[in-house]
């Protein structure tokens, strides 16, 4: 069944290939000769940084709609899990917003985003904000403050690790998620953040390409929630009793909320308005709109019947596919991303978690490691110059040297997350304890962790 299913899409891509290099070598701007008399003239000094209200403000919306993005995520999980854990799991994403703000504020931004020490790190000349103030810092933005860029990153510091709840989700105890939550974010997330987007860190000199987050975001959190799930164990009664979700509905408008903030994601990654960000825009939404068919048409063929949350994982699956690429793809191949994203995380979900046996309890790793590692090895397929004169060709558009850079950075990035996540885990397993206790778990995390139940009856 899944023979047929790859055998399709293989052949819809090859249709599609076509129309895509041609449509977006078709895009590539006109190179406009410079007159002889302007070469003759010295070059100009460069002009200061200036504030355009304009970026600033789609930087800001761009900032809320990330934020939505995390409550998004707690709903999305949240009604995933049984309803027992409904207010647990979503307190999981509500109260990483607030771990993360003030991590970032004090030591995360500047770890991340520092002035470059040795490719690794960025150094502590702006710890709690020192430093970064209003003016533009044309380094990252040159058109917006300096503080706009810092909380518009702050947004993407704050949905990674609440990704990796969904591994442990029904079975953590509480205390030791706050802390996991602190030394992931200083240990794994912020050192990634800076090898792949900080000015001098080392994959980003390499020119490996990740626009929106596809390596700094996704595949971080996904191989970081499989270590988590593994180490951590399976839920009380895994495969042997029902734990269908108890809210659908719930976890449709989650859905819908990250479709919704993923906008901001993307397109604001661009950190101007303008082009670019119109262009991620787009194949935003058309790769999420491909990978919810595509889920939906491998389940449809394998199970007999399409379902809501087959359409919803669908979705977000396209959205962490189209991420890493965003910036640097046309719409046809964001149809491509979108559809392999869709087959292929269905796959991990429902064929390989299986067969593997380990309880990834809401598919962190199926959707968000798979998913971004395909759309960053796609980034090295399809990205243009024609989209991105700053990016750069990938193996269909004559380049096949970005391919291996991809593959260098997906490695990279996934055996530091999950060897740093499995240490870090094991430390907090020995001093703290994983797990809240087998009465605990039975009883659910909402009374036991939180004294409260989410619904009255």
């Not at 050192?191 to 390409?209: K, S, T």
């Amino acid at each position: 069944m899944f023979k047929k299913i790859g055998i399709a899409i293989m052949l819809l891509a090859y249709l599609i290939m076509p129309m895509a290099v041609m449509a977006e070598e078709a895009a590539a701007p006109a190179s406009q000769p410079v007159a002889e008399a302007q070469a003759a003239q010295p070059p100009a000094a460069p002009a200061p940084p200036k504030i355009d209200t304009g970026d600033t403000a789609w930087v800001l919306i761009s900032t809320a709609l990330v934020m939505l993005m995390t409550p998004g995520l707690a709903l999305f999980y949240g009604g995933m899990v049984r309803k027992k854990n409904v207010l647990g799991t979503i307190m999981h994403s509500f109260i990483i917003v607030a771990i993360i703000s003030i991590q970032w504020v004090l030591w995360g931004y500047t770890l991340a985003f520092g002035p470059d020490k040795g490719g690794i790190i960025g150094g502590l000349e702006w710890l709690g904000l020192n430093g970064v103030g209003l003016d533009p810092n044309p380094d990252y933005a040159a058109t917006i403050p300096h503080q706009a860029f810092m909380i518009f990153q702050m947004m993407f510091a704050v949905i990674t690790p609440a990704l990796i709840t969904g591994a442990f989700a029904e079975r953590m105890k509480f205390s030791t998620f706050f802390v996991f939550t602190i030394l992931w974010a200083t240990l794994v997330y912020d050192p990634v953040c800076h090898w792949v987007w900080a000015v001098g860190g080392w994959i980003r000199n390499i020119g490996a390409l990740d626009f929106a987050g596809g390596t700094v975001v996704h595949i971080s959190s996904g191989v970081s929630a499989l270590a988590a799930a593994l180490l951590i164990g399976k839920r009380k009664g895994y495969m042997t009793e029902i734990m269908a979700p108890h809210n659908l509905p719930m976890t449709v408008l989650g859905a819908g909320l990250l479709w919704f903030g993923w906008f901001g994601f993307n397109a604001g990654s661009a950190v101007a308005s303008g082009g670019l960000a119109t262009s991620a825009f787009v194949v935003t939404n058309t790769a999420a709109a491909a990978a919810a068919l595509a889920w939906i048409f491998a389940e449809w063929i394998q199970r007999g019947k399409p379902t809501v949350l087959g359409a919803a994982s669908g979705a977000v699956a396209g959205l962490v596919a189209i991420t890493p690429a965003s910036g640097f793809v046309g719409p046809m191949s964001s149809i491509i991303i979108g559809l392999g994203a869709g087959v292929l995380c269905y796959m991990a979900v429902s064929l390989v978690k299986p067969l593997l046996g380990y309880d990834d309890s809401l598919d962190a790793f199926g959707v968000h490691g798979v998913g971004g590692t395909w759309g960053a090895i796609a980034t090295g397929l399809f990205a243009t110059t024609a989209i991105n004169s700053a990016g750069a060709d990938g193996l269909f558009f004559g380049n096949a040297a970005l391919l291996g850079k991809q593959f260098i950075a997906v490695l990279v990035t996934m055996v530091y997350a999950f060897v740093v996540t499995f240490v870090l885990l094991k430390v907090l397993d020995w001093t703290m304890g994983l797990r809240a206790s087998e009465e605990e778990e039975i009883m659910g995390l909402d009374l036991t962790q939180h004294g409260e139940s989410g619904y009255s009856s």
